[in-house]
Every structure is written in C-alpha cells, then in structure tokens.
C-alpha cells in the first residue's frame, strides 16, 4: 500500500484516495470540431510510461480534494505531489 | 524432436533416463528472418507455432527479454472458460477453448487441460439476472453454460459456504462445465518446443530496443540488445510491456498497465472439485494438482510495472475467500506475486494491424489472457501471414477505439475477467 502524503490533510494510506488517472489530459475546447482520431486520443490513448509518470489523486476519505502526484512506475515510489492546475514540475514550462 | 510417448519412456526408463534432449534449442539470432514475434509468453510462443505450421513461414524468430513463460504466462491463475456475454468475445474465448480441448495431442505435450468446470456465483438480484443473461447468450452461441440454485451449486462444490447468514450469500451460479485449468508452465514450453522442432528460433535475454524502419515507414527489422535483425513483419505480443515497447516504433496506445495479484496456499490433500469465481465479492479460487489452493486477487488502482501489488489487495481476496470457505481460513498462504497486465478502456484484447506497415500488436488482454493462449495465438499468426485479421479477430482491431465499435466487456463484466 502507498503511503501517499495529501497537501491538504498530511501522510494517510492509500485506502484513503482514489487514483483518477493519467494527469494533465485536456479535453478538447471545441469536441464537435475534432476529428474521429483526435477524440479517440482524448478518450482511450495513454501514455502508460515505465518511469516517471503524473496522474491525479483525489483524498475520497479525507478532505475529497484533487491533487497531482509524480510517481515511478517502475519502482512504486511517490516523487512528488503538486497542485490541481499546475504544470508538470518535472518538465520546462512551456 | 524426441516424442514423448509410452515407448520412448520405456526406452529411456532402460538406460536410466540419460538420453532426453533439451526440449529446444538456445541459438544466437540471425542477421534476418520473415517474421520476428517480440514477446516469448504462451500467446508469442503460440503465434510462432501457428506461423510455422498454419503459414509455412520457417524463418521466424521470438526475442524474448527475459526467460519463456516468465511473465504473466507463469503468473496467473490458469483458468479457462470461454462463457463471455458478447459475439465477438464468445467467438474468440470459444476458439480458444476448442484448441484447449486437442492441445496436449496437438503438441504431444501434457498441457494438463482439466475440464473440472468454472462456477460464477450470484449473490444479489443483478448478479442473478447478469449471469442468467450470459447463461442464455452463450447457449444461443453454442456455448455451454447453465444455471444452478444455491443447492446444486453445493452439490457441484462441496466445500461452498451457502448459509443464508453471510454478509452476501450464495443464491445461484452460473456453471460452464467446460471450462477448468491447464498447466501454465507447459503451455509455454508444449508451444515452445513445437515451434523449435519447426525451426523457429526462440532466443531469450534478448531486449528489442527500436525499430527499423523504410523509406515508406513500414517496419524493416528490429534493434536488439543482441543487435540487429532485419524483417518484413513484427508481431508484438509484450502484455504488460505493450506500451513501452510501442513507444519505442514512436506509438501511443490505448492502455494501461496495472499489478495483478495472485497467491498460493500451503498444498493440501485434494479438497476442492472445480473453479469457483465470484464477481460481486472478488474472489477466485481453484486447486492445483500439487494440491495448493491457487487465488486470484484484483488489480491495485494505480499504473505500475514493479510485478508487486498493495497487501491490502489480497487481503480483500482472502476475506470474500474465508467467507465463501470458512475451512480455509486456517490455511497459510505460501506465495503472493504481481504480474502486470495491460488493460483496454473497454476490457477486450487489441489483435490486429498497426499504423505502421508491417507492425502487428496483440495486447490488451488485461486480467484474462491465460485462457485465449491458444485462440489467440492461431488469429494472430493468420493476420501476420496474410497482413489482414483473421474473421475471428477483425473485431479486435485497434482502429475500433477511432470508430468506437467497442466490445465493452467492462460493462458486461463489471470486474475482472
């Protein structure tokens, strides 16, 4: 079990949250004007890394607050927690 | 190959069982073969066969990272039924199933195929009408499955709890009579040293690392880490790995790779007649011929690749179990393990073609692909012979998620399969 540190309530277990995915997936402003292929991405395709990847949490037994989390796929380790709305910190702004 | 059979045993049995050979060969890859299968579970193993006995490809390698079977061919809990809601599922898990049922001779291999039959239990009102409606769709399939009160269910398994005063009793099954286990190890091995006695070359601690590519950007050959070989046709058949693998030919694909859990008990005298699943409370449960309970948990809820899932996971598996067969709960548990299964959004496997020319995937088989070894590797060795999908398989393509012709087992499922 994760030991997964809310921003909000501190170090709780992982029974705690739900994990709501890969992170930082925009849906498209317009969906009517994209075509077939494009919505499919949006829907279905991830990107299911071996390594470093962000997905989003949210404390469901808690303060039922979203968050970001950066964790090794490969090791189970959590690199670090951020904000809804922020950038990946591991990646340049663009 | 040395056929194993009743006389060949005698004969080795005479000269103090110096003689057997090793099953198949360990060669070093060639600078090129016809087709080249990245992945050396049961379904690449299996694909290799087909090609070589169903196609007249000869010259085909299987690059495996690791050792044969290692994945999640050595790590699941071996059951096998085929009573799935939709055509295209039926169609496929009953192909698979009928190669089951002429395996052992077809590779004279003891596979160890048990037809003991797979119960699915009910226990709510949904649960009732959801396995009756599969009752009734596999039987309009030709699929045998059929309904059973609480009574015959015990009839069928002794060892089940029905007392009306559990949390979530026992009020029906579903039971397909065909279903049952298999040796899993075998399966790679039977298949392996098929495919080897065909002249296909299995070579493992081999990493594909890249992909080559034409001027046109179909596939050339494949980058290893035991160097270069070329090819017109790459089959990927990673589980698991799919995505990293795929990433590497510069593709995203629809899926996700979650730890899935399974354990084993102490071994015991035989106790326990048949597959017993149980969809609502999560629990599947079967005994091995060594006499070890084997027990399926669930999948954790995050992305991983560490083969190792959450305790609490188990746990949640061992108390439905306790409850379904309170006699166990005094059993200790020996062995628990991860293996990573890579999951579709709508819970069916990808067969097919790729973007790329050249490049074929057979993924996506997520928490259930141990029982389609066979199925599975025959339509996926037709699509990589004849470059277009097997009828059986053109379901399965990855275009259906542009499309959205989705086989949403997830839905008619609810839970692992």
Redesign the interface.
Known sequence: ??LITCPYCGARP??EF??G??AHIARPPQPGNVD??AW??Y????????GV?A?RWLHAHGCQRWFNML?D????QVIGIYAMGKSRPDRPKT | MHRFSLRTLLAEALIGHEGWERQWRSPEPKSAYDAVIVGGGGHGLATAYYLAKEHGLTEIAVLEKGWIGGGNTGRNTTIIRSNYLYEESAAIYEHAVRLWEGLSRELNYNVMFSQRGVMMLAHNVHDVQSLKRHVYANRLNGIDNEWLSAEQAKAFCPPLNISPHMRYPVIGASLQRRGGVARHDAVAWGYARGADAMGVDIIQNCEVLGFMRGPDGSVTGVETSKGPIRTPRVGVVAAGHTSVIMARAGLRMPLESFPLQALVSEPVKPVFPCVVMSNTIHAYISQSDRGELVIGAGTDQYVSYSQQGGMHIATHTLEAICELFPQFSRLRMLRNWGGIVDVTPDRSPIIGLTPIPGLYVNCGWGTGGFKATPGSGHVFAHTIAKGEPHPINAPFALDRFRTGRLIDEAAAAAVAH
């Open positions: 079990m994760l992982e029974s739900r994990c995915g890969e077939d292929t499919a991405d829907l279905f395709y991830r990107t299911n890394p071996k990847h997905e964790r796929t490969a090791s189970d």
